[in-house]
């Protein structure tokens, strides 16, 4: 069973600076960074950071938003450089929600939306009742992997396929297993 555990300060610093220099949408939000021994390869893929969203009940004990968990054993591995990318790529998962952008029609307010229906949105944030940003976890997509590329001009695989889609280039596939008693069969 992995063993989880409150990140050096060195790490939580790292995180903090990264977040104050190149997230000022998450000034309100409250990071928890933590390390974990467990599997760092999942899908056949690396895994150096992940990010979530607290849930109810950590975010009463704990008093955070979200949680970026590290991986030790990828950690361990990565240059500075590389463990600067990681820690931004965990804070580019970290999203807030933003208000509609609304019409008034025959006084009352209507969502907009674009040609393929989808909402409209503002720069203005969200919040609950309380007065807390509404958070949530943003979803790795190119919206997500071109920050990245601009700030650091290299990154991940993913990154990589994202350029290589764009130049028509073929795109680099996870490492698949070889195993030696695999025979390859034949065409005739």
């Not at 463990?83 to 999203?95: M, P, T, V």
Request: aromatic share 6%.
């Amino acid at each position: 069973m992995a063993t989880i555990w409150e990140a050096p300060i060195e790490i939580r610093n790292r995180l903090n600076e990264a977040k104050n220099a190149e997230h000022p949408h998450l000034t309100q939000a409250s990071l928890w960074v933590l390390c974990s021994d467990s599997k760092a390869i999942r899908d056949n893929r690396v895994i150096a950071t992940q990010t979530r969203k607290c849930t109810k009940t950590e975010k009463l004990s704990s008093g955070h938003d979200f949680k970026v968990i590290i991986m030790m054993e990828t950690w361990a591995n990565l240059t500075d450089t590389q463990r600067e990318i990681a820690l931004d790529e965990a804070l580019c998962r970290c999203g807030v929600r933003f208000l509609p952008e609304t019409i008034e029609i025959n006084g009352k307010k209507e969502i907009l939306k674009d040609d393929l229906g989808r909402i409209i949105y503002t720069d203005e944030i969200a919040y609950d009742k309380e007065g807390i940003p509404k958070w949530k976890i943003n979803h790795p997509d190119a919206g997500l992997f071109f920050p990245l590329l601009a700030r650091h001009r290299q990154y991940s695989e993913d990154a990589e396929n994202v350029v290589r889609a764009l130049e028509g280039q073929p795109l680099k596939l996870p490492i698949s297993a070889q195993r030696a008693d695999a025979v390859e069969p034949e065409f005739v």
